[in-house]
Structure formats: structure tokens, C-alpha cells
Nanobody
Framework: QVQLVESGGGSVQAGGSLRLSCTVS????????VGWFRQTPGKQREWVAA????????YLADSVEDRFTITQDSVEDTVYLQMASLKPEDSAMYYC??????????????????WGQGTQVTVSS
């Protein structure tokens, strides 16, 4: 059974930083795609970043590419989303999700099969 567990959310002031973690377990494939999404109440889930776990390839949304970094630790089976220069509009529930690598790291949430429970990020001005 595939499980994803996020952590690292919290409350920070604008300009601050946070690092989110997504630990993946139970995935039998050695390569898969992990994506980060965020959602605020009443809005659709928004793709933020993605990484080919076990391979090369990282992707960031235009809105965060100069502030966020996505990395992986294959020993710990964890994907990190390092967020810097945070803005109030970055406030959201952040989710990580996984899908098979052969399907590609898409940006549509419907294409991801496995999801974590989410971690809240709140940025105050």
C-alpha cells in the first residue's frame, strides 16, 4: 500500500522560508513522479512542482520557480519542497502526490493516484 506523509508546514511571516517533506512508502516501482499541489478553500487544486523520484527531472510552476526548489533524498525516500521568499498568496494546504514515472510528471491532479493528507502553510503579511 502506497502512503505519502507530508510534514513541515506552519506559520511564517512574508519573506520567510519553510521546507516541506513528503515521505513515500510502499511504492514498488523504483521510479515514479512526485508532485506538490496546493489548495485554498473554494479554489481548485494548483500544481506547484514535480520531480522524477529515482531519476533526473524537476519542474516548477512559473509562479514559484524563482523561490521554490524541489529535491529528493533516495535514501530516506523523501521529497522536499524548499520554499523561500514566501508571500501571503502562498498560503494554502499543500499536498504531495505520486504517479508512475512512465506516465510523466503531469500538472493535472486527476492523473495522480496517491495523495498525502496535506500540511498547512500560512504566510502573514
Amino acid at each position: 500500500q502506497v502512503q505519502l506523509v507530508e510534514s513541515g508546514g506552519g506559520s511564517v511571516q512574508a519573506g520567510g522560508s519553510l521546507r516541506l517533506s513528503c515521505t513515500v512508502s510502499g511504492y514498488t516501482d523504483t521510479r515514479f513522479c512526485v508532485g506538490w499541489f496546493r489548495q485554498t478553500p473554494g479554489k481548485q487544486r494548483e500544481w506547484v512542482a514535480a520531480i522524477y523520484f529515482g531519476a533526473r527531472g524537476t519542474y516548477l510552476a512559473d509562479s514559484v520557480e524563482d523561490r521554490f526548489t524541489i529535491t529528493q533524498d533516495s535514501v530516506e525516500d523523501t521529497v522536499y519542497l524548499q520554499m523561500a521568499s514566501l508571500k501571503p498568496e502562498d498560503s494554502a494546504m499543500y499536498y504531495c502526490a505520486a504517479r508512475p514515472a512512465y506516465q510523466g510528471c503531469g500538472i493535472g491532479p486527476a492523473a495522480y493516484s496517491y495523495w498525502g493528507q496535506g500540511t498547512q502553510v500560512t504566510v502573514s503579511s
